[in-house]
């Protein structure tokens, strides 16, 4: 997103640093394996994209 010469998308990189921060502050910095780290991080945006769908559905 940010290589040399692009333009910065501002709404992408902000969500990406949002998305970094939750994820490591919710399952720490640290995975015994590349499996495991895909594994947590599938589970944290299922997580994350339901708690969105129950927000706008269910207006809570």
């Excluded at 994820?23 to 945006?45: H, V, W």
Aim: proline share 2%; hydrophobic share 30%; with cysteine.
């Amino acid at each position: 997103m940010s290589k040399k010469g692009f333009k910065h998308n501002v709404p992408t990189e902000s969500l990406n640093g949002w998305i970094k921060q939750k994820f490591f502050a919710t399952y720490g910095d640290r995975f015994a394996n590349k499996e495991c780290f895909y594994n947590l991080f599938e589970k944290f945006s299922k997580d994350y994209n339901n708690l969105q769908y129950i927000k706008y559905n269910w207006n809570i």
